[in-house]
């Protein structure tokens, strides 16, 4: 079974351009989550999806920041305009919904896009 | 709201011996616990959690993890340390119930290095 997959893997921009991270959950994955490292610091949550729609988006930094889900499939995170302060390690995760509530479910990880804004 | 704290941001251990990697967290009522670990160019990787019942957690890689409640803490452990251990290592947190477990609380993660 794939895991979480994310593309690309790697990214370098100049200041003021536009990046646009995919991230294919587990097939099967109604939760789908946002997550951000930037250098030297805490994995921050950014996102969460309920299939198509936002659950939570309280993380998010700002306004050039859109992420969507359409179809309740793969997601797409946007930066625009990009600055200098939004290079880090941006993570995508999945996780089942269970009936009957929160149960601990497992959230899996992709392998991160590496985002570096010049 | 809460928080993890790793007080380590590295643990230096040689190859063979045990080694600990120390997290306490705070959180509103009882707690979902997890590690992950995260090798050198990689993505986060499962490797435990803690629910509920047993306060002693194994998981992936010969690692465990004993839950205390008292203490408000999720130590992560392993009896012989590998050279291929050497990793980052982080500790996340949710609260239980009200269907908030999605979102992670992280420390600031704990760089093993396990020594030839």
């Known amino acids: 079974e794939a895991g979480v997959t994310q593309f690309p893997s790697h990214s370098v921009i100049e200041k003021g351009q536009t990046v646009t991270l995919r991230c294919d959950p587990i097939s099967g994955h109604d939760n789908l989550y946002w997550y951000r490292r930037v250098m030297g610091k805490e994995i921050k949550f950014l996102l969460h999806?309920?299939?198509?729609?936002?659950?939570?988006e309280s993380g998010m930094p700002n306004n050039r920041f859109l992420a969507e889900r359409t179809g309740g499939t793969y997601s797409t995170l946007k930066v625009q305009p990009a600055e200098l302060e939004d290079s880090g390690v941006y993570f995508c995760?999945?996780?089942?919904?269970?009936?009957?509530?929160?149960?601990?479910?497992?959230?899996?990880f992709g392998e991160g896009s590496w985002l570096t804004v010049v | 709201a809460q928080s993890v704290a790793q007080p380590e941001d590295q643990v230096n251990v040689a190859e063979g011996n045990p080694l600990t990697v120390k997290c306490t967290y705070s959180v509103s009522g009882n707690p979902y616990l997890f590690w992950y670990v995260q090798y050198p160019n990689r993505g986060l990787q499962f490797l435990l959690k803690?629910?509920?019942?047993?306060?002693l957690v194994k998981g992936s890689y010969g690692f465990e993890a004993e839950f205390n409640k008292s203490q408000t803490s999720f130590h992560l452990k392993k009896p012989s340390a590998l050279v291929s251990d050497s990793a980052l290592y982080f500790c996340?947190?949710?609260?239980?119930?009200?269907?908030?477990?999605?979102?992670?609380?992280f420390g600031k993660g704990t760089l093993l290095t396990v020594n030839p």
């Open positions: 999806f309920v299939k198509e729609s936002k659950q939570d």
């Open positions: 996340a947190v949710t609260p239980k119930g009200g269907g908030s477990n999605y979102k992670l609380t």
């Open positions: 803690y629910i509920t019942g047993d306060n």
């Open positions: 995760a999945s996780s089942q919904v269970r009936r009957g509530g929160s149960s601990g479910n497992t959230i899996y």
